[in-house]
């Protein structure tokens, strides 16, 4: 098998953009319906609005005492007002402030006797009152498209109402170790390497907000790794393929890639990356990564971790 590897030398950040472009229509479809109380950190797929407003009724923003704001009407130090039964309310803040009340008074400004209160200020109409709505307003956008979650927006979705919103995505990633010379690192084999890289991409994966799923190592079989090559961008939303050092076995997937897909990029034109891929397949993004430690990591970040984040909603 005759490999075309190296053959078109491309930047970096060209390939990049090629394959970003490729992916345009995954990454606007990429959105789930999540809970609330679980969208911390999360990025908004679309705009999210209210279904009530906040708070519900006008409320107190004060410890004090409710009162009918035309009762209190010319009280001065020299004129202190006083109320009796009806006319006021003791109110903590947060109480329900409802008609024939219309202000708070807070209270270290009032003076409490046995036959009522004395004021001596007058109060204005909704002092120290919090409006319904003053929060959040009926229908209003609480948070914009592209929006990522902090603990302070989950308090004000959970005001206006709203439990479940429309979110991207956390991606899966399928990661394929291949090699016939590679082996788990907890089999003691003499002449094989063992393989961890697969490990460390799980961990980068993990970090940038995707849900990893390894697959077991393959063997340099061009049938095996074409199979389960499609199974990985069936099941996952993308896939990264360590590809190891030998010439053959990139030329194998190459060819699985050709026949499944459309190859993007090819032949990097720089070091250590010469040796990346990309690639659709079935509309999911696949990546061929070098598999030893000095490359794996750096071709992550220039390749995977920035779709991962079109993926996301964090780019």
Not at 65 to 85: C, D, F, H, M
Not at 126 to 141: F, K, L, T, Y
Not at 176 to 189: I, K, R, W
Request: charged share 25%; proline share 6%; hydrophobic share 45%.
């Amino acid at each position: 098998m005759q490999s075309t590897l190296f053959l078109e030398a491309v930047a970096a950040d060209e390939a990049l953009g090629l394959l970003r472009k490729a992916l345009r229509p995954l990454i606007d479809e990429h959105s789930e319906e999540i809970d609330v109380l679980t969208a911390l950190g999360r990025v908004t797929a679309e705009a999210v609005f209210a279904r009530r407003g906040a708070p519900l009724n006008d409320c107190a923003a004060v410890d004090g005492i409710a009162v009918i704001g035309a009762k209190t009407r010319g009280a001065g130090p020299e004129n202190p007002v006083t109320l009796r039964g009806g006319e006021f309310m003791p109110v903590h803040a947060g109480d329900i402030i409802a008609p024939p009340y219309d202000a708070v008074i807070g209270a270290e400004e009032v003076r409490f006797a046995e036959d009522g209160v004395t004021l001596t200020a007058p109060a204005e109409w909704e002092q120290n009152v919090h409006s319904a709505g003053i929060d959040v307003m009926p229908s209003a956008r609480i948070l914009p498209r592209g929006r990522q979650i902090t603990p302070a927006d989950i308090g004000l979705l959970l005001a206006g109402g709203v439990m479940r919103l429309h979110a991207r995505k956390k991606p899966r990633v399928g990661i394929l170790p291949a090699g016939s010379n590679v082996t788990e690192p907890d089999a003691d084999t003499q002449g094989e390497i063992a393989e961890s890289n697969s490990r460390v991409l799980e961990a980068l994966v993990t970090q940038k907000g995707g849900i990893p799923a390894r697959f077991n190592i393959l063997p340099d079989e061009y049938r095996r790794i074409k199979n389960r090559l499609r199974c990985a961008v069936r099941r996952n939303d993308m896939a990264l393929v360590l590809a190891g050092t030998g010439l053959r076995r990139k030329s194998i997937v190459e060819q699985v890639l050709r026949e499944l897909g459309g190859i993007v990029a090819q032949g990097i034109g720089e070091q250590p990356l010469k040796s990346v891929i990309l690639a659709v397949v079935e509309g999911r993004p696949v990546i061929v990564l070098p598999n030893y430690a000095a490359a794996v990591t750096l071709a992550f970040e220039r390749f995977a971790a920035p779709v991962l984040a079109d993926l996301t909603g964090h780019g």
